[in-house]
């Protein structure tokens, strides 16, 4: 819908937002209990610590370094939680690193490489506890991450733009296109407050992932 509004905007055309259906999608059995466990203990993830992930290679315009402060914020707020940034590493890496070096967080920010295994992409979505996915610009454009996040049930905090593109479930909650870290930390509280963080199956999941599977 976002591209649509661009495109009239711009061009004057009227496009047409046809649905976006799942690239990846995710079992229940993947999703268990047992399973997400077993994949946290591979990946070193204790058992009470909230792992945040965003996903995709990494990016100024991805919102990536306002993660990085939101996870300060959260952990000066008392919130035992990590960040993982899951994707091809590429040399935007040595920038997100230097600022965990000077908020103290090089212990709590972790980079796990998206490729070439596809098992090295899908673990993380299956062991993590919130998903970050941010844009700095309102191009509205689709994040495959987010499909991938909504599709394995994972309460994320998106930019409202790419919420929007792909019809997103209220197990996503939107800030403003180019937040700072204060609404995205905002975000994350509510889910680890309301307890959604370790809830992966849900009644919204199975409605989302049926209209948009790609049959």
């Known amino acids: 819908r976002g591209l649509a509004r661009n495109v009239k905007t711009i061009y004057g055309v009227e496009a047409i937002p046809l649905p976006f259906s799942l690239l990846r999608e995710f079992s229940d059995g993947e999703l268990s209990e047992s399973n997400r466990a077993a994949i946290r203990a591979r990946l070193g993830i204790p058992p009470d610590t909230v792992a945040l992930m965003s996903f995709g290679e990494p990016a100024r315009v991805k919102g990536n370094d306002e993660c990085v402060e939101a996870l300060a914020l959260l952990r000066a707020r008392g919130v035992d939680a990590v960040l993982y940034f899951v994707g091809k590493n590429n040399p935007y890496v040595r ?12 212990d709590e920010i972790h980079f796990l490489p998206g490729r070439p295994a596809e098992t090295v992409y899908r673990d993380p979505l299956i062991a993590a506890d919130i998903g970050i996915q941010l844009r700095s610009h309102g191009l509205g454009g689709v994040s ?40 995205v930390a905002d975000r994350v509280a509510e889910i680890v407050t309301a307890g959604r963080s370790r809830e992966r199956l849900s009644a919204a999941r199975t409605a989302y992932n049926a209209a948009h599977a790609p049959e």
């Open 95 to 106: 920038n997100l690193a230097a600022l965990a070096r000077r908020l103290d967080l090089s």
């Open 144 to 183: 495959a991450a987010l499909s991938d996040a909504i599709s394995a049930g994972l309460p994320s905090v998106a930019s409202i733009d790419l919420a929007e593109a792909i019809d997103a479930p209220d197990y996503v909650l939107t800030v403003p296109v180019g937040a700072d870290a204060g609404p």
